[in-house]
């Protein structure tokens, strides 16, 4: 045995180092079997590790193995103790003179001084694991990269009474009790996986259990652990994971491989939920759920990411990675399956409108800003910054432009040759298109564009008609912005689904037809186009760009009345607000006419869906309002907006009061169609109050005061904390007291007021930094505070430069705790260039003052250097 002072605490690396993809080789040696024990307790856990080592082709390399934080015991191979290693900043190298050894290591790590939130620590007195991307290395030495996959057998002990329930990946092989109070468990996971989906729970944990037969006949046990008071708020999520068993057999032909499926919700954690295989730990916001404290929104959050997580399974485990800059080869796809996933379950057309504006809230804004990079990144400093919207959400556009490419049956073929052919290995993103391509018999040579440019296509289009030949020429060009080291750009390939319709009247006058634009340019014609056509384009969103077209606004209204793609309808009626909007906030004023009365025709037309409805109606948030301005101008946004929407509350408001009594009055039921009015009623109080009609402020209380769920209660909240009203202090005070103690409900509290538009939105944020319930060691909590301000453009933006100032002394304060989650608050300071000089040289001047912080984590300096640049 080696003394434990050979080794201390690993040091932080000064300067971080970049990562290229280019500089990827296959790992030197590879890991066939892993056996771990550990000895659990929060304060000291001891970690055995038996590795067996095989050397990969012929060479001489020392073995490497990651590791950090970590307090080396001893290091033995094949038995016999040894001196013969260094540490090598944070790996441990180890000269090995055969080609298959067994090394055996012992270390220990402090779970509870585990503030990070990455590889072992505690939450809520339980013990979990992250290990994605670069947390296994926190738990003991192993080559912690994904193409290393290894067979893991796993053994726990802890004290029986605090911990009496211990899980990890794979099945169950035996548990015992011991004579000194604590107990033992073995798991065995059959499937070689990479170390970022190892995981263990221990802790204190009821279980609401379920069952699943695949279509092959096999059972699946299925439980969801939590802590016992939450027990009945675990329903919704066991529902959700059976229907995506059954979801992804149907529509993937993708059965469950293992006899258990266990997912246990935590309170901390950085991140929605990990997919760990057979053991998939979750933030706790996306599993508790009951009428009371969810709303319709977390509901269907809940779903989608069970739902996401459950298939990760295939698209990320039974297939994993390469190398990290593969993420979005399971992210992308995992994310295209989820969103189709929920569209079954309900309208549609609705989570595509949903899918879309959470595209233009996350990834065009970082497409456009100095982070932006390919969905297939070149390099990083820190790994944990690549979990983006454009890892996730533009790549899982790239996934739907293929599947819009290939067709359904085609597209079916192809994954189910990429499943078969790349099953048990590391993948890359090529590997896949390769697959779509010669499953589809396509040729994606220019696609793969996609993956290695970054930015957001801009399309402009016009329309041309000749009345006497009835020729109708449809003109096209595309420009693929500059991009942080990225310029002159070429051509993408853009599956644009179009259809004309006349403008006389209102017919059909083409089929929906896929038009491929793969050059700069080029031009589509339509014969025997009998009036003047209005086109409508990119239907269904079928490629992620930004459109630019001479459509007047009297096209987009027709297009929002008659259109049959209910996306395209949606997306005339947005670019009619819009270009209001713009209008508006660059004159002073503008004429609300055409919007109000569409916006009214909306309202009217009892065919359509009060979700859609719902959507349809919203005004663009001021961030997008924003993203279309050379010179973003916050407050000009706001009146505009405000504006516009007191315009609307007045004009129509007799509509708003119809369709909020229609949605009232109904005892709560968790039904699409009762979602979909609630949320009417919603936006319909809204407007109601956007109008400054007298009673706006009571009817909210009414709503907030009488409300059976969530929902309802959330919503008038919403409305209240707008309004400078005695109610609006009532509800808060109302709505604090009934949930203290509820951390996710109280996360609400702290959102709302965040988000708030109120001129004294500053000062509360501030205030309520200093509340006894804010806490920065919980990311839910910073979160609902810091990352909710972040994104209220008018309060963060407020004149002088307070809310950068504030931003910057939590992410500093928050980096010392968990970097990972402060990196993931900058992006709002780094889009300084958009804004006018003296906005810009007060944000400048803190994301210098991060820079230069001492001791500043490799997430958050990369982040803010890069924003600097
Ligand atoms: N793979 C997970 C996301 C995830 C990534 C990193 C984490 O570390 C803190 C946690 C979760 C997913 O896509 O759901
Ligand atoms: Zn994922």
């Not at 190892?198 to 009821?206: I, N």
Request: proline share 5%; with cysteine; net charge negative.
């Amino acid at each position: 045995m080696l003394d434990a002072t050979h080794a201390a605490l690993t040091p932080a690396p000064s300067a971080p180092a970049v990562i290229r993809r280019e500089d990827y080789t296959a790992p030197a040696w590879t890991v066939p079997t892993t056996t771990l024990d550990f000895a659990l307790d929060p304060a000291v856990t001891r970690v055995r590790a038996r590795l067996s080592v095989e050397r990969s082709g012929a060479h001489d390399l020392p073995l490497r193995l990651d590791g950090a934080g970590q307090r080396i015991v001893s290091v033995a191979v094949d038995g016999v103790s040894v001196n013969e290693w260094r540490i090598e900043g944070e790996q441990l190298v180890l000269p090995l003179p055969g080609d298959a050894h067994v090394i055996e290591t012992e270390v220990e790590i402090a779970p509870e001084r585990n503030t990070q939130l990455m590889g072992l620590y505690a939450s809520g007195g339980n013990l979990c694991t992250q290990c994605e991307a670069e947390g296994f290395r926190r738990i003991t030495y192993f080559p912690d990269r994904p193409d290393v996959l290894s067979t893991y057998s796993v053994r726990m002990t802890a004290d029986k009474a605090r911990f009496p329930v211990l899980l990890a990946n794979g099945d169950p092989v035996a548990q015992g009790d011991n004579d000194d109070g604590t107990h033992w468990a073995e798991w065995h996971d059959p499937f070689p996986k990479p170390s970022y989906l190892f995981a263990l729970v221990a802790g204190d944990l009821a279980v609401n259990r379920g069952t699943f037969t695949t279509r092959s006949g096999r059972t699946v046990e299925l439980g969801i652990w939590v802590r016992e008071a939450d027990l009945p708020k675990t329903d919704h999520a066991l529902h959700a994971l059976k229907l995506s068993m059954a979801w992804d057999e149907r529509v993937y032909g993708r059965e469950y491989d293992l006899d258990v499926f266990n997912i246990v919700a935590v309170d901390d954690f950085n991140f929605g939920a990990m997919e760990n295989k057979g053991l998939n730990i979750f933030n706790s916001r996306y599993i508790l759920a009951d009428p009371d404290t969810a709303t319709d929104y977390d509901y269907d959050a809940i779903a989608a990411v069970v739902a996401h997580e459950y298939f990760h399974n295939w698209s990320g485990n039974r297939i994993t990675c390469r190398d990290w800059f593969q993420l979005s080869l399971k992210e992308g796809f995992t994310v295209y399956r989820d969103q189709g996933f929920s569209a079954d379950q309900g309208s549609a057309a609705v989570k595509r409108i949903e899918d879309v504006r959470g595209l233009r809230a996350g990834q065009f804004p970082e497409d456009a800003s100095p982070l932006a990079h390919p969905v297939r990144p070149e390099s990083y400093l820190e790994i944990s910054n690549f979990y983006t919207a454009t890892i996730y959400n533009k790549g899982a556009e790239l996934i739907r432009m293929m599947a819009t490419i290939l067709g359904p049956e085609r597209f079916r073929a192809a994954t189910d040759l990429y499943f078969e052919r790349f099953d048990g290995t590391a993948a890359t993103c090529e590997d896949y298109v390769a697959c779509m391509e010669e499953a589809g018999g396509v040729d994606l040579s220019q696609f793969r564009l996609w993956y290695s440019q970054a930015g957001t296509p801009r399309v402009s289009v016009s329309l041309e008609h000749e009345p006497g030949s009835g020729r109708a020429t449809l003109n096209l060009a595309q420009k693929v912005p500059d991009t942080p080291g990225q310029s002159n750009k070429q051509p993408q390939v853009l599956p644009l689904k179009i259809r004309l319709f006349g403008a006389e009247t209102g017919e059909a006058l083409t089929d929906e037809q896929l038009v491929i634009l793969s050059d700069a340019s080029a031009s589509v014609t339509f014969e025997t186009i009998p009036e003047r056509p209005i086109v409508s384009l990119n239907r269904g969103f079928s490629a992620p760009i930004v459109i630019e077209s001479d459509r007047t606004a009297a096209d987009l209204a027709f297009l929002a009345r008659h259109d049959d793609d209910p996306f395209a309808r949606y997306e005339a009626m947005q670019q009619l607000m819009l270009d209001t909007l713009v209008a508006a906030t660059i004159e002073g004023k503008a004429d609300h006419e055409a919007v109000i009365a569409a916006v009214a025709d909306t309202l009217d037309n009892p065919e359509l869906d009060p979700a859609f409805v719902a959507e349809a109606v919203l005004l663009p948030s001021e961030s997008f309002v924003g993203d279309q301005m050379s010179t973003v101008d916050p407050n000009a946004i706001h009146d505009a907006r405000e504006a516009l929407r007191r315009d609307l509350g007045r004009e129509l408001e007799a509509r708003w009061r119809t369709a909020y009594e229609a949605g009232s009055g109904r005892a709560y039921a968790h039904t699409p169609e009762d979602k979909g009015r609630r949320r009417l009623r919603n936006v319909a109080l809204g407007y109601i109050a956007a109008s400054g009609a007298a009673d706006a402020a009571k009817l909210a209380y009414a709503q907030f005061a009488d409300a059976d769920n969530m929902t309802d209660r959330q919503g008038a909240l919403t409305t209240l904390v707008g309004t400078h009203s005695e109610e609006r202090d009532a509800a808060l005070d109302i709505f604090y007291q009934r949930y203290q103690g509820n951390s996710l409900v109280l996360d609400k509290w702290f959102q709302t007021q965040a988000l708030s538009s109120a001129d004294d939105t500053p000062q509360l944020v501030a205030e309520l930094a200093r509340h006894p319930d804010f806490s920065l060691a919980n990311p839910n909590r910073a979160r609902s505070l810091i990352g909710a301000f972040g994104v209220n453009q008018r309060a963060f933006h407020a004149e002088g430069g307070a809310g950068y100032r504030w931003l910057a002394d939590q992410l500093i304060a928050l980096d010392a705790l968990n970097p990972q989650t402060a990196a993931k608050l900058l992006p709002p300071l780094g889009r300084w260039r958009r804004f006018d000089p003296t906005r810009a040289a007060l944000m400048r001047a803190e994301l210098e003052r991060i820079v230069a912080h001492p001791g500043l984590s490799k997430d958050l300096f990369e982040q803010a250097s890069k924003s600097l640049e």
